[in-house]
């Protein structure tokens, strides 16, 4: 099975696409730009959708949930948004169909159409403000932390699985302050729990800082971003957080009374991260024989294996073991398919990314042992049946661990401090990575490396962005030290 | 605030739209027949959706997702389907919105027509089948057992909070399978599930049967029910399990080959349940005083309330009574806002349906006992604080099954045989409720009843469906004992 991979040297881009289709974890529609889920793919964003909504929870957050639907007139409101969001989007503008007159099939039918058109939510800012314009009506109303839960469809022109597609699911976290201090804070802290969940489930080490005036939202005053290194030494933007200041209120007429009975606009924030976490999940840890899922996030922690088929004393000697492994809440499959042989197991079981793998044969167990495989170093080891489950429990902790060590140790080989222009393209013509360099803070400099060079500036990171000498690019003073890289 | 809820008695339907509104479950939407679902009923959701989850798991299912949009072409590949689904739904037909260049706001861009337009899913199985056709090559793939937790859209004319909206959220499980036997289990399984789900954890009596001919999803062989009477004693149908027979998969040309290399066609199942639950359970359990929430589906089982506000004293004791209840599983939340008077929490509470309510008082302190209320009974009784974590859990336990009892007494009493017509009619003219009559089969005799009286055939009961004398209406031999009755 692991042959049927393209190696990450000869061609990163077809090994991506290679294990998202054979790890099991998409399928292409017959909808332009959308992606089937899969099982497999789907139970990855189960767990991390389960873990980020206790967090939010929390840090004091509730779900609701709001419309699919925007209507048309909505996006224009708020003047940035709809530069951004309006254009590329699914408009609905009938809602009937009726048999076809002319012949078989069934057509639109031309007197159902709608009087203003519905455009499906690319983000929900604009209908959540308008309904705030009634939750809200004075400081007890205040904070109003609601996160939603939902898809969101952005008619994207070039579409990758999970990294860029048309429909995708996600969280989009819209809160109302009294202040801008509180806003600006709550922004920070669900930056905050994003780069925690990125870093402690995902294993995923991420840089965190705040995007130039050219990468913001639209619509948001400052947005926070985490950047994680994928192993082709590009950055993904894995999460955002926005202070939106007060656009949204004075778009939507969202004002509160204080208790002095005096009106005020009110403040917001929104957040969100989607499927493309997938996306990056995969690029992160996987290798030329499949995907690695970190422990934490796998549906399926431990698949057993008997070698070379079961029998009686095998499935006898499993069944103790899945007991043990699940009363310390741990997730455990038994493959004891008769039609297919150990190797062809093993193989899949390492293309879907389980972590652990425990081969039980007869000769081991005269030993009364077992070998347990570790999907991320590979290594095999004889281990007793006596105190199974704590040794795979610590071996989860420490795959977890492992995985994101090597990701970091990766990212610090592939981060280069910078200081003059040729160095930073010789850089990117090479082996590409993050680069950190001075920046003057215009939008010229950012634009003009961007057009020479591909690379944009990711984040000004929230460590160490004192700049250490002038703009590599203009040479005028510096305002920042910023993170430079290619990026998904 | 109790009082501004309409009676039962008065307006039942304005009384419904006072509790979903008045409890905070739901807001009224800008977009037509939409609405938005507030965090307090969400949260109800989020359980509903967490238990059936479970359910679903243990029985086998794995969740995905398929995509949003639907191309027109598919809702036609299936004769019976198109009629019941592909007339009334929201038409995509363009991917660009443009400014105005004839003033302010967005228009359609007319250049970003699609080529074939794309449907808003009002249900999957179009798409499902047309990708199981990829799945399924080999017996080895089935059974295929794949939930979906969706969004859907129905153009409905209209429509009533939870009840029947344009957009719903919803779980619709789609199964292939070899044979038709494993087919006709399936589709019973998930039935049972469903009536399981409904008695156990929304203490809502169900009686369970199968769908008249008439009554059926369009493409179903036979279509399962479960049906739960209302308060003003019309049914509501709550969940559907259907036999699908080979429709989908000769439509999408789903075959397997089975161990000799025979070709089949592929059997399949697909059932649902919505958020039409939270209507259903709003109408069998809430009051004149508001919404009644299970305790297995409350958010929050527990609302203390400090008498007549918080002090450090009561603080004190109310911190270790939550640690106690939340340590037996029990989630509770302490009401110490200072600015609301205890009557106006109590009143608060019960509007929102928390199942219990602790008053703690210095009074009681005293004596060391709190005042523990119940919403089902309104009952108040002086409890030790010794040992209360152990009285709530009882207490909670004693509340569920009250609700079931209640709910279940009151259909019995609304229940009725019949064996004229006159008697029927006289009875649907009264009080309503289930009448079970004798009924010839034919779909004649069951329009004319439901022309004449609105009432239609519910379900062939699964227990006692022989009939007792000849039909009712036509006097002709009796095939089925059946359930008529009004419904939502």
Redesign the interface.
């Known amino acids: 099975m692991a042959k049927e991979i393209t190696p990450r040297e000869e061609n990163y881009s077809q090994w991506y696409n290679d294990i998202v289709k054979k790890a099991g974890l998409i ?1 292409h ?3 332009r730009g ?6 497999h793919g ?2 990855i ?2 767990n991390i959708k389960a873990q980020l909504d206790k967090m939010f929870k929390e840090t004091g957050h ?15 409101k708020e003047a940035e948004h ?1 530069e951004g969001f ?13 048999n076809n007159p002319d012949g ?3 057509v ?1 039918d031309p007197t159902a159409k709608l009087e203003e ?4 939510r690319p983000t929900s800012e604009t ?1 959540i403000w ?2 705030y314009r ?2 809200i009506k004075s400081y ?1 109303d205040l904070p109003l932390l ?1 996160n939603q839960w ?2 969101v ?1 952005r ?1 994207e022109m070039r579409t990758r699985p999970f990294l860029r597609t048309a ?1 995708f ?1 996600w969280q989009e976290g819209h809160t109302a302050h009294a202040t801008q201090t509180e806003a600006v804070e709550e922004a920070r802290k669900m930056h905050e729990v994003y780069a925690r969940f990125a870093e402690d489930y995902m294993a995923m080490p991420v840089i965190k800082g705040a995007k130039s005036d050219s990468e913001r939202f639209a619509g948001a005053e400052d947005t926070y971003t985490i950047e994680a290194m994928m192993q082709d030494g590009k950055a993904l933007q894995a999460g955002t957080s926005h202070f939106l200041g007060q656009n949204f209120a004075k778009a939507f007429d969202v004002k509160y009374l204080d208790a002095n009975n005096k009106e005020h606009l009110v403040w917001a924030t929104s957040w969100g991260v989607s499927t493309r976490l997938i996306g990056a999940l995969i690029m992160t840890h996987s290798d030329d024989d499949g995907l690695v899922i970190p422990p934490r996030l796998a549906a399926t922690q431990v698949a057993i294996v008997p070698i070379p088929k079961p029998n009686e004393v095998i499935n006898e000697v499993t069944q103790q073991i899945m007991g043990e492994l699940r009363s310390a809440g741990i997730s455990v499959i038994y493959d004891d398919d008769k ?1 297919k042989r150990p190797g062809f197991k093993f193989a899949e079981h390492e293309m879907r990314g389980i972590p652990v793998r425990i081969g039980i044969g007869m000769r081991d167990l005269e030993n009364n042992v077992v070998e347990v495989a570790r999907r991320d170093t590979k290594e095999k080891t004889s281990v007793p049946v006596d105190g199974i489950a704590q040794y795979v429990e610590n071996l989860l902790e420490e795959i977890q661990a492992n995985l994101f060590n090597k990701a970091k140790a990766f990212r610090e080989e592939h981060s280069h401090e910078c200081s003059t222009y040729e160095e930073f393209k010789a850089l990117l013509e090479g082996k590409g990575g993050f680069i950190y360099a001075n920046w003057d803070g215009t939008p010229e400099t950012e634009l003009a490396i961007k057009e020479e060079t591909g690379a944009t500036i990711r984040c000004i990171p929230d460590d160490n962005s004192t700049p250490t000498g002038p703009c590599m690019y203009s040479g005028k003073e510096a305002k920042y030290r910023v993170l430079y890289a290619k990026a998904y």
Chains 1, 2 share one sequence.
């Open positions: 399928e529609s017959p909808v959308c992606m089937i889920i899969k099982p789907y139970a964003w189960e509730v779900n609701a949930y709001f419309p699919l639907l925007i209507p048309k007139s909505f996006l224009s709809v309006a254009k590329e989007c699914a408009v609905v503008t009938h809602h009937r169909l009726m078989p099939g069934v639109v058109e519905l455009i499906i209908i308008d309904t009634n939750w007890r609601i939902a898809n469809m008619w429909e699911l039609k």
